[in-house]
């Protein structure tokens, strides 16, 4: 627990020297080509391009920008995720955050993404957000069943997964929304379903897109289910004991580390040149949903690992 924090704090403090240096001097330092796509993900989302699967919203930017630095993030938290070193690598994870719009969804999908591009590895994103359900919205599908509606009916949870176009990559979106969202994901319906999920196929990575730890109730039912948990924490915004509360709630074994996200490149110059002008921006509550197009797109990740190395 301590070096994660050290790190928050040493990004903090980066953060602001970055500020402090003038932008003249930054843009004539040689700036680095951003990353390609590799050559499987190219074609795949050629693939999409000629059949028509262009509605992606902007923040699955794994897809809608292949080629961003924003994107390689992404590539390199998958990265670090299939390369842990442990003797059962967690097939489970649920993606939370301490509180609302600090990017969790946006990370949960392009997570998954990430992981259905890498050969010979399956990725399921299942929305467990079922009170402001936001997956299937990510990809195209609006006004879908989902989630919640199998938990409360009697179909064959076969009869809700939707194929994204992205080889090896299906969603359960949330479905309707619900009023009694932690009783449904408390179920032994819904603890049946993670088993069955994880079991069904060996080479499956289930990432699970909760609703905010300080928010809700429904991450810590979820997080006696799954095997690891990732935490999102936006850089600068959110107060480092807001973190530490949000943390207390759940199984400290369990998490795999945190995804410190929004942190700003140093100079504007750099942000245009690479990101462009197009964001997604998230609100939890259902009357802040909406996309902003006119701001820049401003953030890279960073994966902090949680567990001192041995």
Known sequence: MGKMFKALEKAERERGLEKEKRISQIDRQEVPQPPKADSREREILQTLKIAGRTTFSDGLVICTQPGSITAEQFRKLRTRILGMD???????IMVTSATESEGKSIVAANLAAAIAFELNINALLVDTDLRNPS?????????????SDYLTGQEDISNFFIKTGIDRLSIIPGGSRRENPSELLGSMKMENL???????????YIIFDSSPLLVTTEPGVLTRMVDGIIVVVRAGVTPRETIQQAIA???SEKILGVVLNDLEF???????????????YYRYRREHREKKSEKPWQKYLSFLRQKDES
Request: hydrophobic fraction near 25%.
């Open 249 to 251: 709630h759940l199984d």
């Open 194 to 204: 993670v088993n069955e999920l994880k079991s069904r196929y060996k080479d499956r």
């Open 135 to 147: 997956v299937g919205e990510m990809f195209g599908f609006k006004h879908t069943r989902g989630l």
């Open 266 to 280: 140093k100079s504007g110059a750099l942000n245009s040149r690479y990101f462009g002008s197009t964001s997604y």
């Open 86 to 92: 442990l003797d059962d690598p967690p097939k489970t």
